[in-house]
């Protein structure tokens, strides 16, 4: 499934939600000018779970949020990021989503080190602080409409999916992967973003009603 956009309307303008939307974008298209020098780019700041947990290269924790694989990784990222971050900021306001959005990247980052800690393959992507965003809106905006285009065989339908049936599948699958060892993609980081999110979600569930009647 594949969202397009919700039914809710941003009351502020989500000044978090473009800037890391420019970045990451701007980050990708310098990857795409390195050539046969982007393998080196990936390894040098790209998470390495053998060197973190030797203590080694700690700030690619941050650096390898901003990187992606190739343009379908970061379109998806940067889609989910687009439809469901901008009302989370709206609540949480620009200060607590900046933290949100990194302890979730970092939540996701451990936990995957934790499930891979003797791996030498670099971990890359903003999924595990978007993760995060999608459980604070799921605690937030569990009644929420979002428009989804549903890919059944050669054909697509286009239908309104209630969020918290949307978001309850999206990580009822990222925990079946993760539990088939489904490789070339860090599910435990999609797992670990996604527990941060809920639980800073349930501490702004007061402020939503301040703002939101839904």
Request: hydrophobic letters at 55%; zero cysteines.
């Amino acid at each position: 499934m594949i969202p397009l956009k919700d039914n809710i309307p941003s009351l502020k303008k989500p000044i978090l939600v473009y800037l890391l939307l420019i970045i990451n974008f701007l980050i990708f298209f310098y990857e795409l000018t390195l050539g046969n020098y982007l393998k080196d780019f990936i390894l040098e700041y790209g998470i390495i779970p053998v060197s973190i947990i030797n203590g080694e290269r700690l700030l690619t924790l941050f650096t390898g949020m901003f990187l992606h694989a190739n343009f379908w990784h970061i379109l998806g990222n940067m889609l989910y990021l687009w439809v469901f971050g901008d009302n989370v900021e709206d609540v949480l306001g620009h200060f607590w989503f900046f933290i949100m959005y990194f302890l979730s990247g970092l939540a996701g980052s451990f936990l995957h080190i934790l499930r891979n800690l003797h791996s030498e393959v670099p971990m890359i992507g903003a999924s595990g602080a978007i993760s995060g965003i999608l459980g604070a809106y799921l605690i937030l905006f569990p009644n929420a409409q979002i428009l989804t285009l549903i890919p059944i065989g050669l054909f697509i339908r286009i239908a309104l999916v209630p969020a918290f049936l949307f978001l309850g599948l999206w990580i009822l699958l990222q925990l079946l992967y993760s539990s088939m060892g489904i490789p070339g993609v860090a599910w435990s980081a999609h797992i670990g973003g996604f527990l941060i999110g809920l639980i800073i979600g349930l501490f702004f569930r007061k402020r939503k009603r301040k703002y939101y009647e839904i």
